[in-house]
């Protein structure tokens, strides 16, 4: 049997997920096939079911991926004098750097979740590791006293996750939206909930 | 020619809507027919099409009826001696009125906008609507000293609703989410975000 060689075993799971990416985005997750997948990515069903044997598969792993970027994001936070201006320009970074495709998709994939009940499993998996992630962040800045330590770090996480996605879906689909007014808010926004109370 | 009785006239229509709205969760907006949907509500054809004519016209009625509650809502706030602790009640009110089928239903709405240019115009205006009533209510309240006289009225409105919403869709489809608490925390970032400075 040959060897399977992981850089070149990871760059074809990623061209299978692009390929699986422009079938959705085109047909809805719902009415993509898998076949449509494989004529997308010109690659043999033996060959696609290989990396990926499902559409939900391929969602999973898209989100494990955004897990792994959030991660290295929040991983800077351990090198940071500043923890409050750090989580401030990670977030801001996240916002400004999420495709507007990738965020309407995230529209589809809750919609879908709606209605599919394996979906809605990965989805809620994914959300409550996203959320850990970033309550995690808020303890540690809490910790240091750079972010109120009356906070609830776990509920704050909840509700701006929730704001973050809400604001990047509507920001990819009502180009009237002015991006850099919208996000100046929701930095001042972050800035005023979190920061310690005077006095 | 029979007249009209307009209170009747809007009955059917409700029943229309709603047929639809139960065809939509059952088989998704895309897949949902106006056959299927003059089976669910027991009518024929004909007798649909003089309520509504297309889904597209079916959604802008839904919309239009979400505006109508919310300016119904605002109202209050001409009445009331404390704008700030009127516009926390609304908020907290449109929130846990919040059915999680609607909130369901509106990530269906948002995933066939990113495909459905005659969806995504509909939805647009409706957000834009939206934005602005919450706007004049934030001016409103910012003329009395009540709100933070230096935010940005309109951008602040726009990121507020689009938490409101991501955070309401994710409610309804994430039943770990604990909402007593997330809501308690949404009240506080509200109330910090928007509250004049002091000093």
Redesign the interface.
């Known amino acids: 049997m040959r060897k399977v060689n992981p850089e070149r075993f990871e760059a074809r799971r990623r061209h299978v997920r692009e390929a699986a990416l422009a079938c959705f985005k085109r047909k809805?997750f719902?009415?993509a096939s898998m076949a449509d997948i494989c004529a997308e990515a010109a690659m043999s069903p033996g060959n696609v079911y290989r990396y990926y044997d499902s559409k939900e598969a391929i969602i999973a792993a898209i989100c494990e991926e955004d897990r792994r970027q959030l991660t290295a994001r929040l991983e800077r936070l351990q090198h940071s004098r500043n923890l409050f201006d750090s989580m401030l320009e990670i977030a801001g970074e996240a916002m400004s750097a999420s495709d507007p495709e990738k965020s309407?998709?995230g529209?589809?994939i809750?919609?879908?979740?709606?209605?599919n009940e394996r979906i809605?499993e990965i989805?809620?998996r994914h959300?409550?590791a996203v959320v850990a992630l970033c309550a995690a962040a808020i303890r540690q800045a809490q910790a240091q006293r750079q972010v109120d330590p009356a906070?609830?770090a776990?509920?704050?996480a909840?509700?701006l996750v929730?704001?973050?996605?809400?604001?990047s879906?509507?920001l990819?689909?009502?180009p009237?939206?002015?991006a850099p007014?919208?996000l100046?808010?929701?930095r001042?926004?972050l800035q005023?909930?979190l920061s310690p109370r005077?006095g």
Not at 162 to 167: R, T
């Open positions: 809805g719902h009415q309407k998709f529209c589809e809750l919609a879908e979740a709606a209605r809605a989805v809620r959300n409550a906070l609830d776990e509920a704050a909840a509700v929730a704001a973050a996605e809400g604001l879906a509507r990819a689909l009502f009237a939206l002015d007014r919208s100046a808010a929701f001042l926004l005023r909930f005077l």
